[in-house]
């Protein structure tokens, strides 16, 4: 991908934006882009450069994220809608053609990780209730005073906000490039008086950090050398979290795609295609808050012998909700593929019923009065019919997700 059109390659150490940020290590990448841990030079602190592939589609992808992303900024001054920053955006021009860079806030690992690094063995309660939290605040938001869909919630698209200094922690910060490699930096700008000052700076802080590095708790980033340690090492991690990845965002009035969201994570109503509104990430929300207590996607179809995929989701979706209503099978676009005219599926014909409450409890072994707590706050949000789920503002007032002090300020009122 890194030829015409595709991804631009960075270097440690490369100049973006006439000098005001100097890329330091590679953060993670998408379909359309990478994203670069930067050091903003005018602000003296980090940032995410997400560096976009030059092809014209791409270029218009981005345009489409810069524009959802800066009316999530225009409407939150004070930063606190649990929505990724853009901070500023602008072209790159490079041997593989003109990329489109947004600058955001930079944030910490997502919740895929965050799940991956416990072993998929799911996160204690109040941590989930923690994330659910953060993530309805930005629903929220985005729907409310918006009128935004975000249109791809799942764990992967959740960062944890980086509460780590990236220069205190050379694992966590990739700092540690820097240490091997010395002279590798220096390449991209002809060694500008700005940037050789960075970098003295950086590796002046590098090596105080690795002289700590001993001490240093368990670190997020050891994802696949998760010990023992790992379920204390996330006592001390604050869950304060927020949405990113608005490729696909759309607006409430205006929507581009019929066939939105990751399969995983994909409403009932969009698989049926009979229209969708707010609540498709209502769905996706739901789905993420069960990945998170059990450490297992909730739906993961797959095609089988004479049924395809969507056969599948439709079927495991009633296994774990009961059947369908029969107006709501027979009501898509796309309803005829799937069902029959009494609202039963064409091809899989025995489901076996498995209820959220006692899936809970049998497969993942919680406490039943957790399990039935979890259970009443989440069901209403798998509703196969959109107008009955709860929104993201009566999620918020759910007892369930509510912490001890607003549950008690709730009461006094
Ligand atoms: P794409 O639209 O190409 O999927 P994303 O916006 O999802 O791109 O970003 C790709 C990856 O880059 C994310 O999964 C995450 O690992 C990392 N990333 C994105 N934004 C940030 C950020 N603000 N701070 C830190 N890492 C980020
Ligand atoms: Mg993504």
Not at 263 to 273: K, S
Request: net charge positive; with cysteine.
């Amino acid at each position: 991908s890194y030829r015409k059109g595709g991804y631009h390659a960075v270097r440690i150490g490369d100049p973006f934006s006439g000098g005001r940020y100097i890329a330091q290590r590679k953060l993670g990448w998408g379909q359309f882009s990478t994203v670069w841990l930067a050091y903003d030079t005018l602000s003296s602190s980090y940032v995410a450069l997400k560096i976009q592939k030059s092809a014209q589609q791409f270029a218009q992808a981005a345009l489409h994220e810069i524009e959802f992303l800066s009316a999530a900024a225009d409407g939150d001054l004070q930063n606190t809608k649990c929505v990724v920053r853009l901070i500023d955006h602008f072209k790159h021009a490079g041997p593989n053609g003109q990329h489109l860079c947004m600058v955001l806030e930079f944030l910490g690992d997502s919740l895929l990780r965050l799940i991956r690094y416990n072993r998929y063995k799911g996160l204690k309660l109040d941590k989930v209730r923690e994330i659910c939290r953060c993530v309805l605040t930005g629903l929220d938001y985005l729907h409310r005073e918006l009128g935004m869909i975000h249109s791809d919630l799942k764990p992967e698209n959740i960062l944890l906000c980086s509460t780590i200094d990236p220069c205190k922690d050379p694992v966590r910060s990739g700092l540690t490039p820097l240490l091997e490699k010395p002279e590798g930096n220096a390449n991209g700008g002809g060694g500008s008086s700005t940037m050789n000052l960075i970098e003295k700076k950086l590796k002046r802080r590098a090596k105080r950090a690795v002289a700590k590095i001993s001490e240093r708790r368990v670190s997020m980033v050891g994802g696949e050398e998760a010990s023992s340690k790992t379920e204390k090492s996330l006592d001390g991690i604050d869950m304060r979290c927020k949405v990113v990845d608005f490729g696909n965002a759309c607006w409430a009035d205006k929507q581009f795609a019929e066939e939105i969201q990751t399969r995983q994570y994909r409403a009932p109503e969009v698989i049926l295609q009979s229209g969708y509104s707010f609540s498709v990430d209502m769905w996706s929300f739901g789905c993420t808050a069960f990945e998170l207590v059990t450490g297992d996607m909730l739906f993961a179809p797959k095609e089988g012998n004479g049924y395809g995929e969507d056969e599948d989701h439709l079927a495991i979706m009633m296994e774990l909700l009961g059947k369908m209503p029969r107006k709501i099978a027979i009501g898509g676009a796309r309803s005829k593929d799937y069902f029959d005219r009494h609202g039963d599926l064409k091809r899989i014909r025995r489901l076996k019923y498995w209820p959220l409450d006692r899936l809970l409890v049998d497969k993942y072994k919680l406490p039943e009065a957790e399990a039935k707590e979890f259970a009443e706050f989440l069901s209403p949000i798998l509703e196969f019919a959109p107008e009955k789920r709860p929104t993201a503002q009566q999620c918020l007032k759910h007892p369930w997700s509510m912490d001890e002090c607003s549950k008690y300020t709730e009461q006094c009122r």
